[in-house]
Protein backbone atom coordinates (compact mmCIF):
# COMPACT_ATOMS: atom_id res chain seq x y z
CA UNK A 1 0.00 0.00 0.00
CA UNK A 2 1.39 3.20 -0.89
CA UNK A 3 1.11 5.62 1.91
CA UNK A 4 3.02 8.00 0.39
CA UNK A 5 -0.35 8.51 -1.28
CA UNK A 6 -1.94 9.82 1.77
CA UNK A 7 -0.97 13.41 2.18
CA UNK A 8 -3.35 15.18 5.04
CA UNK A 9 -1.63 15.21 9.00
CA UNK A 10 -3.69 17.13 10.69
CA UNK A 11 -5.95 14.50 12.38
CA UNK A 12 -6.06 12.15 15.19
CA UNK A 13 -8.41 10.08 13.11
CA UNK A 14 -7.58 6.99 10.63
CA UNK A 15 -10.43 7.96 8.60
CA UNK A 16 -9.76 11.75 8.44
CA UNK A 17 -6.15 10.80 6.27
CA UNK A 18 -3.70 10.31 9.19
CA UNK A 19 -0.30 10.30 7.46
CA UNK A 20 1.46 7.50 9.81
CA UNK A 21 -0.21 4.65 10.46
CA UNK A 22 0.97 3.26 13.96
CA UNK A 23 -0.45 1.37 16.49
CA UNK A 24 0.73 4.38 18.55
CA UNK A 25 -1.65 6.96 16.50
CA UNK A 26 -4.25 4.39 16.61
CA UNK A 27 -4.19 4.06 20.58
CA UNK A 28 -3.89 7.79 20.32
CA UNK A 29 -7.53 8.01 18.77
CA UNK A 30 -8.87 5.28 21.13
CA UNK A 31 -7.69 7.18 24.06
CA UNK A 32 -9.22 10.49 22.57
CA UNK A 33 -12.64 8.15 21.58
CA UNK A 34 -12.91 7.44 25.12
CA UNK A 35 -13.67 10.87 25.95
CA UNK A 36 -16.81 11.11 24.07
CA UNK A 37 -17.88 7.54 25.14
CA UNK A 38 -17.96 8.53 28.65
CA UNK A 39 -19.35 12.46 28.05
CA UNK A 40 -22.19 10.23 25.97
CA UNK A 41 -22.87 7.96 28.49
CA UNK A 42 -23.04 10.53 31.39
CA UNK A 43 -25.39 12.37 28.90
CA UNK A 44 -27.72 9.25 28.43
CA UNK A 45 -27.51 8.52 32.21
CA UNK A 46 -29.82 12.36 32.62
CA UNK A 47 -33.15 10.33 31.25
CA UNK A 48 -34.35 6.95 32.96
CA UNK A 49 -33.94 3.70 31.22
CA UNK A 50 -37.62 4.43 29.08
CA UNK A 51 -37.78 1.43 28.03
CA UNK A 52 -40.79 2.03 25.87
CA UNK A 53 -38.99 4.03 23.37
CA UNK A 54 -37.03 0.80 21.93
CA UNK A 55 -39.22 -2.01 22.86
CA UNK A 56 -42.18 -1.67 21.74
CA UNK A 57 -44.01 -0.26 18.39
CA UNK A 58 -44.92 3.24 19.07
CA UNK A 59 -44.93 4.02 15.45
CA UNK A 60 -49.02 5.19 14.49
CA UNK A 61 -48.14 3.61 10.50
CA UNK A 62 -48.86 -0.09 10.16
CA UNK A 63 -46.45 -0.67 7.94
CA UNK A 64 -43.64 0.14 10.48
CA UNK A 65 -43.28 -1.95 13.06
CA UNK A 66 -40.26 -0.95 14.58
CA UNK A 67 -39.58 0.82 17.91
CA UNK A 68 -39.50 4.66 17.89
CA UNK A 69 -35.69 4.41 18.82
CA UNK A 70 -34.93 2.34 15.59
CA UNK A 71 -37.60 4.22 13.15
CA UNK A 72 -35.32 6.79 14.60
CA UNK A 73 -32.05 5.66 14.03
CA UNK A 74 -32.99 4.37 10.56
CA UNK A 75 -34.02 7.86 9.52
CA UNK A 76 -30.95 9.46 10.78
CA UNK A 77 -29.00 7.23 9.06
CA UNK A 78 -30.17 8.11 5.83
CA UNK A 79 -29.86 11.64 6.65
CA UNK A 80 -25.87 11.02 7.33
CA UNK A 81 -25.13 8.74 4.27
CA UNK A 82 -26.82 11.32 2.51
CA UNK A 83 -24.38 13.77 3.57
CA UNK A 84 -21.34 11.27 2.89
CA UNK A 85 -20.90 10.17 7.18
CA UNK A 86 -20.41 6.98 5.44
CA UNK A 87 -17.74 7.73 3.11
CA UNK A 88 -15.66 7.70 6.18
CA UNK A 89 -14.17 3.92 6.55
CA UNK A 90 -14.61 5.21 10.39
CA UNK A 91 -18.33 4.61 10.21
CA UNK A 92 -20.69 1.61 10.38
CA UNK A 93 -24.05 1.90 9.84
CA UNK A 94 -26.79 0.03 11.82
CA UNK A 95 -29.28 -0.37 9.37
CA UNK A 96 -28.21 0.42 5.91
CA UNK A 97 -28.09 -2.23 3.65
CA UNK A 98 -27.82 0.10 0.49
CA UNK A 99 -26.49 3.14 2.07
CA UNK A 100 -27.63 6.27 0.01
CA UNK A 101 -25.09 8.04 -2.00
CA UNK A 102 -24.03 11.47 -0.10
CA UNK A 103 -25.60 14.05 -2.02
CA UNK A 104 -22.65 16.69 -2.03
CA UNK A 105 -18.93 15.98 -3.24
CA UNK A 106 -16.97 14.01 -0.74
CA UNK A 107 -13.20 13.99 0.26
CA UNK A 108 -11.43 10.91 -0.75
CA UNK A 109 -10.44 8.83 2.47
CA UNK A 110 -6.94 7.07 1.82
CA UNK A 111 -7.17 3.15 1.63
CA UNK A 112 -6.22 2.14 4.86
CA UNK A 113 -7.91 -0.83 5.04
CA UNK A 114 -8.02 -4.34 3.41
CA UNK A 115 -10.69 -4.22 0.82
CA UNK A 116 -12.00 -7.49 1.32
CA UNK A 117 -12.00 -7.25 5.11
CA UNK A 118 -13.97 -3.48 4.79
CA UNK A 119 -16.88 -5.11 5.37
CA UNK A 120 -16.82 -6.30 8.86
CA UNK A 121 -19.54 -4.91 11.01
CA UNK A 122 -21.02 -6.50 14.09
CA UNK A 123 -23.66 -3.57 14.89
CA UNK A 124 -26.28 -5.60 15.37
CA UNK A 125 -24.58 -7.69 18.41
CA UNK A 126 -23.52 -4.28 19.59
CA UNK A 127 -27.23 -3.24 19.74
CA UNK A 128 -28.30 -6.26 21.63
CA UNK A 129 -25.71 -5.84 23.79
CA UNK A 130 -26.08 -2.09 24.21
CA UNK A 131 -29.94 -2.29 24.91
CA UNK A 132 -30.52 -5.76 26.65
CA UNK A 133 -26.89 -5.45 28.69
CA UNK A 134 -25.11 -2.06 29.28
CA UNK A 135 -28.00 0.36 29.57
CA UNK A 136 -29.30 -1.28 32.69
CA UNK A 137 -26.22 -0.56 34.72
CA UNK A 138 -25.61 2.95 33.81
CA UNK A 139 -29.57 4.61 33.97
CA UNK A 140 -32.11 4.31 36.56
CA UNK A 141 -35.08 2.16 35.83
CA UNK A 142 -38.06 3.79 35.50
CA UNK A 143 -40.07 5.85 32.40
CA UNK A 144 -40.70 10.04 32.44
CA UNK A 145 -42.04 9.38 28.08
CA UNK A 146 -39.28 11.98 27.05
CA UNK A 147 -38.62 9.34 24.00
CA UNK A 148 -37.02 11.34 21.77
CA UNK A 149 -34.39 12.76 23.28
CA UNK A 150 -33.76 9.15 24.92
CA UNK A 151 -33.56 8.29 21.27
CA UNK A 152 -31.39 11.05 20.23
CA UNK A 153 -28.86 9.98 23.73
CA UNK A 154 -29.07 6.47 22.70
CA UNK A 155 -28.15 7.01 18.83
CA UNK A 156 -25.29 9.23 20.18
CA UNK A 157 -23.64 6.39 22.29
CA UNK A 158 -24.40 3.53 19.95
CA UNK A 159 -22.32 5.31 17.22
CA UNK A 160 -19.41 6.11 19.70
CA UNK A 161 -19.22 2.48 21.20
CA UNK A 162 -19.29 1.40 17.47
CA UNK A 163 -17.05 3.42 16.01
CA UNK A 164 -14.29 2.29 19.14
CA UNK A 165 -15.44 -1.12 18.63
CA UNK A 166 -15.00 -0.91 14.46
CA UNK A 167 -11.70 0.68 15.30
CA UNK A 168 -10.39 -2.97 15.54
CA UNK A 169 -10.15 -2.96 12.06
CA UNK A 170 -7.30 -0.12 12.01
CA UNK A 171 -6.09 -1.75 14.96
CA UNK A 172 -5.79 -5.12 13.12
CA UNK A 173 -4.68 -3.82 9.52
CA UNK A 174 -1.36 -1.98 11.51
CA UNK A 175 -0.92 -5.07 13.88
CA UNK A 176 -0.64 -7.22 10.59
CA UNK A 177 1.45 -4.81 8.82
CA UNK A 178 4.22 -4.65 11.41
CA UNK A 179 4.51 -8.08 11.75
CA UNK A 180 2.76 -10.16 8.56
CA UNK A 181 5.30 -13.19 9.50
CA UNK A 182 3.39 -13.70 12.60
CA UNK A 183 0.31 -13.41 11.49
CA UNK A 184 0.24 -15.05 8.40
CA UNK A 185 0.18 -19.34 9.92
CA UNK A 186 -2.57 -18.26 11.92
CA UNK A 187 -5.14 -17.11 8.54
CA UNK A 188 -4.19 -19.70 7.02
CA UNK A 189 -4.88 -21.63 9.19
CA UNK A 190 -7.94 -19.33 10.14
CA UNK A 191 -7.37 -19.94 13.56
CA UNK A 192 -9.33 -17.57 16.18
CA UNK A 193 -7.77 -18.58 19.20
CA UNK A 194 -4.03 -18.06 17.77
CA UNK A 195 -4.90 -14.48 16.43
CA UNK A 196 -6.41 -13.36 19.91
CA UNK A 197 -3.53 -14.26 21.38
CA UNK A 198 -1.32 -12.58 19.18
CA UNK A 199 -3.36 -9.20 19.09
CA UNK A 200 -3.67 -9.11 22.75
CA UNK A 201 -1.92 -6.75 24.90
CA UNK A 202 -3.16 -7.01 28.67
CA UNK A 203 -1.20 -4.18 30.07
CA UNK A 204 -2.52 -1.90 27.48
CA UNK A 205 -6.39 -3.21 28.06
CA UNK A 206 -5.66 -2.72 32.10
CA UNK A 207 -4.47 0.82 31.67
CA UNK A 208 -7.52 1.48 29.38
CA UNK A 209 -9.90 0.04 32.49
CA UNK A 210 -7.77 2.24 34.94
CA UNK A 211 -7.64 5.58 32.58
CA UNK A 212 -11.69 5.64 31.65
CA UNK A 213 -12.62 4.92 35.54
CA UNK A 214 -10.54 7.74 36.14
CA UNK A 215 -12.04 9.88 33.12
CA UNK A 216 -15.50 9.12 34.40
CA UNK A 217 -14.89 10.46 37.77
CA UNK A 218 -13.28 13.59 36.61
CA UNK A 219 -15.73 13.95 33.83
CA UNK A 220 -18.90 13.16 35.60
CA UNK A 221 -18.11 14.22 39.35
CA UNK A 222 -21.67 15.91 41.10
CA UNK A 223 -19.70 20.06 41.27
CA UNK A 224 -21.06 21.85 44.36
CA UNK A 225 -20.43 25.04 45.99
CA UNK A 226 -19.86 23.36 49.45
CA UNK A 227 -17.12 21.31 50.13
CA UNK A 228 -17.75 18.11 51.44
CA UNK A 229 -15.71 15.16 51.41
CA UNK A 230 -18.70 13.21 50.05
CA UNK A 231 -18.10 12.58 45.80
CA UNK A 232 -20.94 11.71 43.53
CA UNK A 233 -21.03 10.67 39.96
CA UNK A 234 -23.51 10.81 37.53
CA UNK A 235 -22.11 7.35 36.03
CA UNK A 236 -20.80 4.90 38.39
CA UNK A 237 -16.86 5.02 37.22
CA UNK A 238 -16.16 1.00 38.35
CA UNK A 239 -19.56 0.15 35.75
CA UNK A 240 -17.90 2.37 33.00
CA UNK A 241 -14.46 0.19 33.95
CA UNK A 242 -16.50 -2.58 33.30
CA UNK A 243 -18.09 -1.72 30.16
CA UNK A 244 -14.86 -1.46 29.06
CA UNK A 245 -13.64 -4.72 29.94
CA UNK A 246 -16.40 -6.72 29.83
CA UNK A 247 -18.19 -5.26 26.04
CA UNK A 248 -15.81 -2.77 25.00
CA UNK A 249 -12.87 -4.13 24.64
CA UNK A 250 -13.90 -7.88 23.79
CA UNK A 251 -15.97 -7.13 21.43
CA UNK A 252 -13.36 -4.44 19.22
CA UNK A 253 -11.20 -8.10 19.96
CA UNK A 254 -13.92 -9.60 18.14
CA UNK A 255 -13.59 -7.37 15.14
CA UNK A 256 -9.71 -7.31 15.04
CA UNK A 257 -9.98 -10.93 14.80
CA UNK A 258 -13.01 -11.17 11.72
CA UNK A 259 -10.92 -8.75 9.96
CA UNK A 260 -7.82 -10.58 10.32
CA UNK A 261 -9.64 -13.57 9.04
CA UNK A 262 -10.53 -11.90 5.83
CA UNK A 263 -6.80 -10.27 5.24
CA UNK A 264 -5.38 -13.07 2.98
CA UNK A 265 -9.11 -13.42 1.39
C1 LIG B 1 -6.93 -2.26 20.61
C2 LIG B 1 -5.88 -3.05 20.85
O1 LIG B 1 -5.99 -4.46 20.86
C3 LIG B 1 -6.41 -5.13 22.03
C4 LIG B 1 -7.60 -4.47 22.56
C5 LIG B 1 -7.48 -3.45 23.42
C6 LIG B 1 -8.63 -2.52 23.64
O2 LIG B 1 -9.71 -2.81 23.12
O3 LIG B 1 -8.45 -1.48 24.31
C7 LIG B 1 -6.27 -3.22 24.08
C8 LIG B 1 -5.20 -4.04 23.88
C9 LIG B 1 -5.27 -5.23 23.05
O4 LIG B 1 -5.42 -6.37 23.86
C10 LIG B 1 -4.54 -2.52 21.10
O5 LIG B 1 -3.58 -3.31 21.06
O6 LIG B 1 -4.42 -1.31 21.32
Not at 68 to 77: A, G, M
Not at 82 to 110: A, Q
Not at 240 to 253: D, F
Request: hydrophobic fraction near 35%.
Amino acid sequence: MDMSKVVESDSSSVGSGVLQLSLDSIRESLIRQEDTIVFSLIERAKFPLNSPAFEESHSLDSENSSSLTEFFIREIEILQAKVGRYENPEENPFFLDNIPHSVFPTRKYPPVLYTKALSVNINKRIWDVYFKELLPLFVKPGDDGNYPLTAASDFACLQALSRRIHYGKFVAEVKYRDAPQDYEPAIRAQDKEALMKLLTFEKVEEMVKKRVQKKAETFGQEVKCITGDEKNYKVDPLVVSRIYGEWLIPLTKLVEVEYLLRRLD
